[in-house]
């Protein structure tokens, strides 16, 4: 028997909910483990574990989301990406009542681990499903509410952590830890009523389903000549890729041959985690209040509000950055200023933890807070929009879980090496991440291309028909709204047509999924 779904005013807000829940989940983990490895009644559940096992404690959730989020693109095609979705919450619902119920290290590394096997699965499905059911126009900024719940259930989890440090029991860290469970259970209710990818169902050959959806989505009639166009739009670039897919052989991608350049646009998406985790981010969120407490001097108490209220700050900037800024500024500026800035920001904290001065400490304390404010604003929302843009349907799953795996296999490194990077080395750890911060700009500077504004099927044409020069004003806010794809239709398809920047073109957009 299938499902009642949801009215059709509600499907994208639905799914936009409903998605925003399952991805608040990394978010809630980074914002609890700074708070619960700081909780004395951990400390004695655990018999004060030393700064290898923190290490372990912490990065074995990471390490769980590395294990799926390969395996989760197998998952994502076949059974959908919705399924793939209702699979991980019910995983990582296991592992949280696990870490819950846990009385040692090892079970509660298990029960850590078994929550990252679900997690992997989520962050796989949800900015595919997310970017398959959204209009173009404002798909950076519906991801960048995903990303604003994520930052918000680190805020919330933050305060939480804060009033149970009072609590003389060991419910000071299980009910925290306890928590995650509400938001996995929330996407697992609301996730079956609502409506799968018109895209996917196109590939699956479910052509009414999909213009059901597409109807849904855009709150029109099924029948009318609006979502007819669209409709026909997108199926011609899914018949279009699977006719190149049946004529394509793997090593096309990497002998040139292939002219989606998918290769080039699975490493670009791939790299954007690759950046954000060596950017440094989780170094500060998973560690944040022991870093307050033990690198600045700062007590127990003022560590915990300093967490709370860092969070608040990078909610706030992730907020603007998604109303305000991702459709207006463009990716790649974002992108590129974003690691300038990050980088300056670690080098003036290596410089002040340094010197070991009380003055010096209020000045690392202040480039911490502005590396979150930048990050809000840059990072936290392009490396989860990009790989689902840049890459083509074909590879869409693939790229998107590729991407994803080098996120969580970075990141599990960053978070298994950062308390013994900083008790061994101590400042001069913060140098690691200046330097990848500053390598990382150069990088996005040479190589990466702007989607903003662009849908995933004019993405796919840019990629196979046209390629432009470096220039500095791809880097400039919101000058991807000068450029302009020209093509003379009387050139044949594997000639290249000029891409180029005009001083004046008028955008218009389309409201089209």
Known sequence: MKLPKLPQWYSFYGITLACSFGFALFGIDTGLMSGVLANQQFKEQFDYPNDTIVGQITSSFDLGCFITAVAASIINNRWSRKSTVIIGCVIHIIGGIIQTASYGVPEFIVGRIIAGLGNGFITVAIPVWQSECTPAHVRGRMLGFLCLLNSLGGVLI???????????????WRFPVATQLLFSGATLIMAPFLGESPRWLLIKGRDEEARTVLAGLNNADP???????????????VDHEEELAQSAKLKDLFNGKDRMKNLRRILL??????????????????????IYEDSLGFSNNMAYILTACNQMNY?????????????????KPLMFWGLVVQGICFA??????????????????????????????????????????????????????????????????VVLITPSGIANIQWRYYLIYMVMNFAGAIGIYMYYEETAGLTLEEVDEFFEYGMRKRSFKEVIPGNFRKRKLVRDPAVPAHDKPEDEFVEDVKVEHINKV
């Open 315 to 331: 909610s706030l900037f992730l907020f603007i950055a998604a109303a305000f800024l991702v459709e207006r500024v463009g990716r």
């Open 348 to 413: 003036v904290v290596a410089g002040s933890l340094s010197s070991g001065s009380k003055n010096a400490g209020i000045v690392a304390i202040s480039f911490m807070f502005l590396y979150y404010s930048t990050f809000g604003t840059t990072w936290s929302l392009s490396p989860w929009l990009y790989p689902t843009e840049i890459n083509s349907l074909q590879y869409r799953n693939t790229g998107a879980a590729i991407a994803t795996a080098t996120n969580w296999i970075c990141n599990y490194i």
């Open 223 to 237: 029948e009318s000549d609006e979502i007819q166009a669209l409709f026909t739009e997108i199926k011609y670039h």
């Open 269 to 290: 998406g791939a790299s954007s985690q690759f950046m954000q985790q060596w950017g440094g981010i989780n170094v500060i969120l998973y560690y944040a209040t022991v």
């Open 158 to 172: 933050c305060w939480v952590n804060y009033g149970m440090k009072f609590v003389d029991s060991g419910v000071a």
